[in-house]
């Protein structure tokens, strides 16, 4: 069976492994990351990170699932393709008793391998987190921690290549049941499988179904020190009304370390590929920037903080807040949708997108 997979994403590029492995005859179809954001007129990806969350516990046992299946497959992926993505540094989750009720109830659900933590085991576990007095935790010691999204499409590629796979580096302007249309002309599958992220409505031509939400996030620089230091920080995410994600330090392609919090504090939609456009060209919003500075000086008052920078990335959210993985016409499915969640689990949610093709 010929497949066109649209979108060399997280979704697409995991979709395509999977395809590639069951004996397709898979074709990946997307550009690369531009090399320069801020002038590129073309279409963007949300993996173009080093530091992406990975843990089990969520609020919904949907994600604990597919979490679960996916940090299961991680040595699996790193093996076929040699490149490494998966730091084990843990994963904390940190709210009222309210929050942190209803994250073990689903870990309860799901078998997930979670410590509870009361207001003094967080202060004792995490001196350098300033929390309310009131909060407890669910700390991840293993298999959770970041991922980088870069390696992460990197490995997918290079393993779904390795099985077979082909890549055609072209955007795609739309799609016809099994037909591809490119600048370069038109090409034809039996089936093809749209995984294109905050773009997916506009390469299917279908009014907007999915709400992109732009999101900055702010970059705090640190130095290697103040990293050592900080060598047992998990991942975060805290209750908060701007649903903030903190990663520990990583160092980045430009040589310098950062710790990294997103968490918008409203969201503002994006009408069209026109305006997602203009937002990552954009680079993010300053004053969501500065309310981050102010949130990590109070989460974290002792971090010496050498610069900040911000960035921009969207996110893609279905009406009930779960992936759309499901087949359209004959020829034509689609994988969307990660809610803000899609990265850690993209590999469960590609093979989904793939165990949809081979049902036809
Ligand atoms: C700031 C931020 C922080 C996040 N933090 C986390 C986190 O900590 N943990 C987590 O699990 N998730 C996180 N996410 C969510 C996660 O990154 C997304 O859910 C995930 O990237 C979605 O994968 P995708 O394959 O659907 O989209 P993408 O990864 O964006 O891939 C879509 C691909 O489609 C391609 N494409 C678009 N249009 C076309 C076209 N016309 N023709 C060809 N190709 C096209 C793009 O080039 C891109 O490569 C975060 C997201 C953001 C923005």
């Given at each position: 069976m010929r497949v066109g997979v649209v979108g060399a994403g997280l979704m697409g590029s995991a979709a395509a492994r999977h395809l590639a492995k069951a004996g397709c005859d898979v074709t990946l179809i997307g550009p690369d990351e531009p090399e320069d954001k801020r002038s590129h007129q073309g279409v963007h990806g949300s993996?173009?990170?080093e530091g992406r969350i990975t843990r089990h516990?969520?609020?919904?046992p949907f994600w604990v699932e597919v979490s679960a299946a996916s940090i299961a497959r991680y040595p699996e992926i790193e093996a076929e393709s040699g490149i490494a993505f998966f730091t084990e540094a843990g994963a904390l989750m940190a709210g009222s008793d309210a929050r942190m009720g209803q994250v073990d109830l689903a870990a309860q659900l799901c078998g997930v391998e979670s410590h509870a933590l009361g207001p003094d085991g967080l202060r004792d576990t995490f001196p350098f987190f300033d929390f309310p007095p009131d909060f407890s935790g669910a700390y991840e010691r293993r298999q959770a921690g970041h991922i980088s999204p870069r390696r992460l499409v990197a490995a997918q590629q290079k393993a779904a290549a390795e099985h077979g796979a082909k890549r055609l580096i072209a955007e795609v302007r739309g799609v016809e049941g099994g037909r591809v249309i490119t600048d370069d002309g038109l090409l034809a599958f039996d089936q093809v499988l749209v995984?294109?992220?905050?773009w997916t409505d506009a390469v299917l031509g279908r009014p907007p179904q999915l709400d992109v939400y732009a999101r900055t996030v702010a970059l705090f620089e640190i130095d290697a020190e103040q990293a050592a230091r900080l060598a047992s920080m998990p991942s975060l995410v805290y209750e908060a009304p701007e649903d903030p994600y903190l990663l520990p330090p990583i160092r980045y392609p430009d040589g310098r370390i950062y710790v990294k919090l997103g968490g918008d504090p409203e969201d503002v939609r994006l009408d069209g590929p026109e305006a997602v456009g203009q937002w990552f060209r954009a680079g993010g919003n300053a004053d969501v920037r500065d309310r981050l500075e102010a949130m990590i000086r109070a989460l974290m008052p002792t971090l010496a903080i050498r610069g900040v920078t911000m960035d921009a990335c969207v996110t893609s959210w279905t009406h009930d807040r779960?992936?759309?993985?499901?087949?359209?016409d004959d020829g034509l499915s689609v994988c969307t949708g990660?809610?803000?969640?899609?990265a850690k689990c993209s590999d469960e949610l590609g093979r989904r997108g793939a165990a949809l093709i081979l049902e036809n």
């Open positions: 993996h173009y990170d516990n969520a609020l919904k995984a294109a992220g905050g779960l992936p759309e993985i499901r087949r359209l990660g809610n803000g969640a899609g």
